[in-house]
T-cell receptor, first 112, second 110 residues
């Protein structure tokens, strides 16, 4: 069974702090990894994608991938109240181009 | 907006009704998806179409019937739904690695 696990939270951080969101996956055949942000009542919005081990930075966001340990994380620096949302982790298996597996999401609250 | 539109945005229907959800993508993508999102549960993949051909049916009950007339349009036909089918139904499209979601249809079955 392909599983993507996330802590449901809520994760509360003060404004300006670093928020760290984690995701583990069960299938070693997972090849592509994605972070989506979903505001309440809205649809998921792609933030980051990462395909190889290491870090990938985009503005205040850094995605980290460790395939040996089967985890992917998202760091949000200088967290803002507008970052308060649910963050979904998704993976795609190699060879299954059109099938994505999602975690249930981590709710982040950034307190002013 | 992401270039994926869905109508209607909200729908209330009785268990004996028949209704259809519509999705349209303006991104030139070749794959389209239906997902169901219930509270506190992961996104559930329902159907995948690639170049108008259905490539995934994730054990979805027959009361949900998809239709993909071309690569830009996707429908989900609903009939004799149950209250537990109440959820947010999301359409997405993708080209290679990246999926883009529509705004969703919030469905309430009474």
């Amino acid at each position: 069974q392909k599983e993507v696990e996330q802590n449901s939270g809520p994760l509360s951080v003060p404004e300006g702090a670093i928020a760290s969101l984690n995701c583990t996956y069960s299938d070693r055949g997972s090849q592509s990894f994605f972070w989506y942000r979903q505001y309440s009542g809205k649809s998921p919005e792609l933030i980051m994608s990462i395909y190889s081990n290491g870090d990938k930075e985009d503005g205040r966001f850094t995605a980290q991938l460790n395939k040996a340990s089967q985890y992917v994380s998202l760091l949000i620096r200088d967290s803002q109240p507008s970052d308060s949302a649910t963050y979904l982790c998704a993976v795609r298996l190699a060879g299954n181009f059109n099938k994505f597996y999602f975690g249930s999401g981590t709710k982040l609250n950034v307190k002013p | 907006e992401t270039g994926v539109t869905q109508t209607p945005r909200h729908l209330v229907m009785g268990m004996t009704n028949k209704k259809s959800l519509k999705c349209e993508q303006h991104l030139g993508h070749n794959a389209m998806y239906w997902y169901k999102q219930s509270a506190k549960k992961p996104l559930e993949l329902m159907f995948v179409y690639n170049f108008k051909e259905q490539t995934e049916n994730n054990s979805v009950p027959s009361r949900f019937s998809p239709e993909c007339p071309n690569s830009s349009h996707l429908f989900l036909h609903l009939h004799t739904l149950q209250p537990e089918d109440s959820a947010l139904y999301l359409c997405a499209s993708s080209q290679e690695e990246t999926q883009y979601f529509g705004p969703g249809t919030r469905l309430l079955v009474l």
